[in-house]
């Protein structure tokens, strides 16, 4: 069982940055593989990016790539995700979500989900 907090949301101008925080229990962490997901109001969840149970591999959505980077501390089990250049169609809830595959992109491959942080991104 993993369970997960994120941290880090907030309001921020577009041109800004973030850095998400999931803080994970357990003493497996460093061997699952770890996304983010976001949810903006009336939309389906979709994923962000994606790290490998040992960082190995990354991978992101189109929408996001080069301006978001997903890294992780297994020694601190915890993941982030380090947003730069926001843009308000960022605004969502983003959700942290931990995966016994080593890695994976779609929402129905993730075993454990954590309860979300919002993110607004003004204009």
């Known amino acids: 069982q993993v369970q997960l907090v994120e941290s880090g949301g907030g309001l921020v101008q577009a041109g800004g940055s973030l850095r998400l925080s999931c803080a994970a229990s357990?003493?497996?962490?460093?061997?699952?593989?770890m996304g983010w997901f976001r949810q903006a109001p009336g939309k389906e969840r979709e994923f962000v990016a994606a790290i490998r149970w040992n960082a190995g591999s990354t991978y992101y959505t189109d929408s996001v790539k080069g301006r978001f980077t997903i890294s992780r501390d297994n020694a601190k089990n915890t993941v982030y995700l380090q947003m730069s250049s926001l843009k308000p169609e960022d605004t969502a809830v983003y959700y942290c979500a931990a995966t016994t595959r080593f890695i994976a992109t779609t929402r129905g491959e993730y075993d454990y989900w954590g309860q979300g942080t919002q993110v607004f991104v003004s204009s």
């Open positions: 357990g003493r497996m962490f460093s061997r699952y593989g």
